[in-house]
């Protein structure tokens, strides 16, 4: 790989493709794999060994007036040479995405770049079972959902309108907040009126019913209570 900041070289590690078999996805997309050990999302994060500058393929190339000169600041002057080549444990994983989101705020990177990161550290802390963080990241990730989907800097990479509404509407339900998630939920049939995303909306639909029947359950609950 050569670094986007600083042009040097260095290897990283990639899991091959043919050892990555996906079980099946969490209602956020959290890929679950068939075999535990081999897991891809720890290694989609490139470290430069040489100036700490971390991110992922999905960056642009383009760095904003002045944030080269901030990163070189805030973390290369600061970096110390080591490497992530090797086998990634979770919680290098972790460091590793936490690296790619401070370097993409410092760059200014779209925020939906941002909201991607925050989403699969949210995911990683949900595999170690740390509720408080999980949670913690899931915030930053929806902040960063409804900022792209205002601002509209998702038109023009892999992500949909349906799929950012959808996301901010499973991780607000995630968070406890249905009120919100059904929001998001109602915006995804209505913006999609013409379908394109079947499947999306179909998940929307399932979520929104889980929400639904929730809501009935604990009604009659309290009332049996009562
Ligand atoms: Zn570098």
């Known amino acids: 790989m050569e670094c986007l900041l600083c042009k040097q070289t260095s290897t990283t590690k990639k899991v091959r493709s043919r050892f990555v078999k996906v079980a099946k996805y969490e209602t956020d997309f959290c890929p679950i794999y068939t075999d535990s050990s081999i897991n891809a999302l720890y290694y989609t994060i490139f470290v430069c060994p040489h100036c ?8 642009s190339r383009y760095f904003p007036p002045a944030t080269k000169e901030a990163i070189e600041e805030k973390v290369s002057s600061r970096w110390f040479p ?33 909201a991607g990161i925050h989403l699969r550290i949210a995911w990683l802390y949900r595999i170690t079972q740390n509720a408080k963080q999980e949670e913690r990241f899931l915030r930053f990730a929806l902040m960063e959902y409804e900022a792209s989907y205002s601002t509209g800097d998702f038109i023009g990479t892999r992500a949909t309108e349906a799929k950012i509404l959808y996301l901010a509407g499973d991780i607000s339900r995630r968070m406890g907040n249905d009120k919100a998630a059904i929001k998001y939920f109602s915006l995804v049939f209505e913006r999609q009126k013409n379908a394109r995303e079947t499947s999306l909306i179909q998940m929307a639909r399932d979520r929104f019913q889980e929400i639904k029947h929730e809501q009935r359950s604990r009604t009659s609950t309290a009332s049996f209570i009562r």
């Not at 989101?101 to 941002?114: D, T, V, W």
């Open 52 to 59: 700490g500058f971390s991110y992922t393929e999905d960056f």
């Open 82 to 114: 080591q490497h992530f080549s090797n086998e990634r444990s979770i919680h290098d994983a972790i460091n590793t995405y936490k690296l790619a989101s401070y370097c993409g705020a410092l760059k200014k990177e779209k925020h939906i770049i941002l």
